[in-house]
Antibody, heavy 120, light 107 residues
Framework: EVQLLESGGGLVQPGGSLRLSCAAS????????MSWVRQAPGKGLEWVST????????YYADSVKGRFTISRDNSKNTLYLQMNSLRTDDTAVYYC?????????????WGQGTLVTVSS | EIVMTQSPATLSVSPGERATLSCRAS??????LAWYQQKPGQAPRLLIY???TRAAGISARFSGSGSGTEFTLTISSLQSEDFAVYYC?????????FGGGTKVDIK
C-alpha cells in the first residue's frame, strides 16, 4: 500500500525557514517524480514544485522560485521541501504527491498534509 | 501559464441526480487533464486522468470527457459520499495549474 507522510510544519515568523519532509512507503520512490502542492486556508490547490525520479530535474512555481528548494533522498525514501524567506502568503497546508506514472505529472497518491503558518 | 476555469463554483444537486461539472483551459492541453475530489479536512483524491481514464478503485459513476480546452466530469447518480469539492488540473505545460474548484452540495 502506498503511503505518504508529511512532517515538519509549524509556526514560523516572516523571513524564517522551515524544512518539510515526506516519508514514502509501499513503492520504489526512485521510479517516480514527486511534488509538493499547497492549499491556503479556505482556498484551492496550488502546485508548488516537482522533482524527477532521479532528482536531476526540478520545477518551481514562480511564487516560490528562489526561496524554496525541492530535493529527495531515494535511499531514505524521503522527499523534502526547504522553505526560506517565508512570507505570510506561504501559510497553507502542504501536501506531497506521487506522480501517476509515465504520461504526465498528475498525482495518484497524496499525503495527509502538514500545516505551515507564517505569522509574527 | 495555462489558466484553468471551472464552472459553476457551486452546484446544488439532489441525491440520485446527475451532476455535470465543467473545466476550461485557456489554451489546448490535449488530454493532459486530471480531476480530483476533496472532502473537508482530507487530502485530494485522484478520480480521472488523461481526461477520461478512471483511477484505480474509482466508481463507474464518475466519468470524464473532453479534449483540447473543454472538459467535463459527470457523476451519474450522486451518492451521499460524493458531496465534495472537485478540482481539475492540467499537466501539459509547466507550471502545473489547477482550476478554482466546484463545490457539489446537497440540494
Amino acid at each position: 500500500e502506498v503511503q505518504l507522510l508529511e512532517s515538519g510544519g509549524g509556526l514560523v515568523q516572516p523571513g524564517g525557514s522551515l524544512r518539510l519532509s515526506c516519508a514514502a512507503s509501499g513503492f520504489d520512490l526512485s521510479n517516480y517524480a514527486m511534488s509538493w502542492v499547497r492549499q491556503a486556508p479556505g482556498k484551492g490547490l496550488e502546485w508548488v514544485s516537482t522533482i524527477s525520479g532521479s532528482g536531476g530535474s526540478t520545477y518551481y512555481a514562480d511564487s516560490v522560485k528562489g526561496r524554496f528548494t525541492i530535493s529527495r533522498d531515494n535511499s531514505k525514501n524521503t522527499l523534502y521541501l526547504q522553505m526560506n524567506s517565508l512570507r505570510t502568503d506561504d501559510t497553507a497546508v502542504y501536501y506531497c504527491g506521487k506522480d501517476g506514472g509515465p504520461g504526465g505529472y498528475f498525482f495518484d497518491h497524496w499525503g495527509q498534509g502538514t500545516l505551515v503558518t507564517v505569522s509574527s | 501559464e495555462i489558466v484553468m476555469t471551472q464552472s459553476p463554483a457551486t452546484l446544488s444537486v439532489s441525491p440520485g441526480e446527475r451532476a455535470t461539472l465543467s473545466c476550461r483551459a485557456s489554451q489546448s492541453v490535449n488530454s493532459n487533464l486530471a480531476w480530483y475530489q476533496q472532502k473537508p479536512g482530507q487530502a485530494p483524491r485522484l478520480l480521472i486522468y488523461g481526461a477520461s481514464t478512471r483511477a484505480a478503485g474509482i466508481s463507474a459513476r464518475f466519468s470524464g470527457s473532453g479534449s483540447g480546452t473543454e472538459f467535463t466530469l459527470t457523476i451519474s447518480s450522486l451518492q451521499s459520499e460524493d458531496f465534495a469539492v472537485y478540482y481539475c488540473q492540467q499537466y501539459k505545460n509547466w507550471p502545473l495549474t489547477f482550476g478554482g474548484g466546484t463545490k457539489v452540495d446537497i440540494k
